[in-house]
């Protein structure tokens, strides 16, 4: 069994590997400029929201009230009348060192899990690609498998979806990758 405390190294390298990696996919790279689309009549949509006063938070709309309110059939007519919304609303600004920060954090807590399932897996001295396979899986669990639920329920566009999910893979070969180089002899 190899400790938690023994891998800081590979925890903290594989985050910055990874912030490292998403910064140049998002400011360089630009395949996910694309990921989001500004609705027509832009500026109208946000000045109604602006004068409603919505707080921040998560909205579906129709928003049923109770499952039998789903099945009334005024209910049914606004979902088939349509638009069907899911909507993010946040405050003003983008505080960008604070989501980098967030980031980060998550990033080091990835790191943390995957040793903790590599350290009661495999032994000190462990090979390469022994510690390069289960930290990478472990890493790609973390970081893209979660991601289709939001396609699925939320009717995020798969197009976004699928390029997270390759930016995970990219993110957990450089975890596992990490882990195997500087793994305990």
């Not at 289960?134 to 973390?142: C, D, E």
Request: hydrophobic share 55%.
């Amino acid at each position: 069994m190899v400790t938690i405390t023994s891998l800081w190294l590979p925890i903290l390298l594989a985050a910055v590997a990874v912030f490292i990696a998403s910064s140049v996919m998002h400011m360089f790279l630009g395949y996910h400029w694309d990921d989001l689309r500004a609705p027509p009549q832009q500026d109208a949509i946000l000045d109604a929201l602006r004068g409603l006063n919505v707080p921040p938070g998560d909205y579906a709309m129709p928003k049923a009230d109770s499952m039998q309110h789903m099945r009334s059939p005024e209910y049914k007519a606004k979902i088939e009348r349509g638009p069907i919304v899911f909507l993010n609303i946040s405050g003003g600004g983008m505080a960008m060192g604070k989501m980098l920060g967030q980031w980060f954090i998550y990033l080091l807590l990835v790191g943390i899990c995957c040793a903790y399932i590599a350290g009661r897996e495999l032994p000190a001295g462990a090979n390469y690609l022994a510690v390069f396979r289960i930290v990478g899986f472990s890493a790609f669990m973390a970081y893209a498998l979660a991601l289709p639920q939001a396609s699925i329920w939320y009717r995020r566009n798969w197009r976004m979806t699928l390029f997270g999910m390759v930016d995970g893979l990219v993110f957990a070969l450089l975890t596992g990758g990490m882990f195997g180089w500087l793994w305990p002899r």
